[in-house]
């Protein structure tokens, strides 16, 4: 049962463009959500992160939108680089327990 | 600070056979869990260790285990391999344990034929 979900595995976006990644949960009790974002042949780094208590976190470029409602968060990025190239995985958290990960959306920056 | 670390980075091994892998964390860090990911499947968590104590055990059979060393390296340890045990093994570490608060390696790639 996958409880965070990207529903796509692949984006293609232009440079300069805004870049949109989605991601859907389906456990309502998760209270914290988090971007990384991945390179190959390295580990996830740390991206951006929104409480539960928020709709919006703003990072520079990077703006993580939380619906709490629709169950629903995305990560935009604008405007995009090459060097945003990358998997982005979405994650979530309850309280104490483990990160559940969503399955994640391989970005490609066309310049 | 050095990051976290992960040896071997590439491994080729054969059904039925057993796997360590190792994992030293950043220097201070207590917490080190690990992640199994494969394709479609994102980052699965495998277990997390804490002062040489498993605190944190996911959904993966018995012949995935891991230990924690008192200067807090941790190892994990496949057995009997299957081919669906292929994929990159993370590593992740944390000062306390606090999900938000880890700092992932670089992986180690199992190849199982």
């Known amino acids: 049962d996958q409880q965070v979900k990207q529903n796509s595995p692949s984006l293609s976006v232009q440079e300069g463009r805004i870049s949109i990644l989605n991601c859907d949960y389906t456990n309502s009790m998760f209270d914290y959500f988090l971007w990384y974002k991945k390179y190959p042949a390295e580990g996830p780094t740390f991206l951006i992160s929104?409480?539960?208590?928020?709709d919006k976190n703003e990072d520079g470029r990077f703006t993580v939108f939380l619906n709490k409602s629709a169950k629903h968060l995305s990560l935009h990025i604008v405007p995009s680089q090459p060097g945003d190239s990358a998997v982005y995985f979405c994650a979530a958290l309850f309280g104490n327990e483990k990160l559940t990960f969503g399955t994640g959306t391989r970005l490609t920056i066309i310049p | 600070k050095a990051g976290v670390t992960q040896t071997p980075r590439y491994l080729i091994k054969t059904r039925g056979q057993q796997v360590t892998l190792s994992c030293s964390p950043i220097s201070g860090h207590r917490s080190v869990s690990w992640y199994q990911q494969t394709p479609g499947q994102g980052l699965q968590f495998l277990f997390e260790y804490f002062s040489e104590t498993q605190r944190n055990k996911g959904n993966f059979p018995g012949r995935f285990s891991g230990r924690q060393f008192s200067n807090s390296r941790s190892e994990m340890n496949v057995s009997t391999l299957e081919l669906g045990d292929s994929a990159l093994y993370l590593c992740?570490?944390?000062?306390?344990?606090?999900?938000?608060?880890?700092?992932f390696g670089p992986g180690t790639r199992l190849t199982v034929t």
């Open positions: 992740a570490s944390s000062f306390s344990g606090t999900d938000y608060e880890q700092y």
């Open positions: 929104i409480s539960s208590i928020k």
